[in-house]
């Protein structure tokens, strides 16, 4: 029988803007994997990179204080620019097809804006102190 994992620390789960950037992680792996050997760093990194934003998202949620979620969002939102860098670049080198950047800058897009909604959401519940640090007492 499997045991159903439901806490309030997996809560990020439920994130649109977190499931999407687990996708393009998936995705940046199905497209860089097939790097010849010779750009097999720049692959890794780039998929690093991509995976950076999920755990970013994800660690934030994770902390208790709107100030640090704030701020591990805008580290994904870096990461975010990094990764598009990343598939400028190989597109401009031709190392991508242009219907893998398409598919990439697609997803990279709605992940970009995602967290750009989520910290405008957050960053006016700050202003209007709707935030409440401490775990919800039972």
Do not use: T
């Amino acid at each position: 029988m499997l045991m159903e994992r439901k806490n309030i620390n997996r809560g990020f789960k439920k994130l649109r803007v977190w499931q999407d950037a687990v996708y393009l992680y998936v995705l940046a792996c199905e497209i860089f994997c097939n790097f010849p050997f010779e750009l097999k760093k720049v692959a890794a990194n780039s998929i690093d990179v991509a995976h950076s934003i999920s755990r970013n998202i994800s660690e934030g949620y994770c902390r208790r204080s709107l100030k640090e979620y704030l701020n591990y969002l805008n580290i994904a939102l870096g990461s975010c620019g990094e990764f598009h860098s990343c598939c400028e670049s190989f597109k401009l080198a031709s190392q991508i097809a242009d219907m893998e950047y398409e598919n990439l800058d697609q997803l990279h897009y709605k992940v970009e804006n995602g967290l750009l909604k989520l910290i405008e959401s957050l960053q006016k519940k700050q202003a209007e102190g709707e935030w409440e640090d401490k775990l919800p007492s039972k």
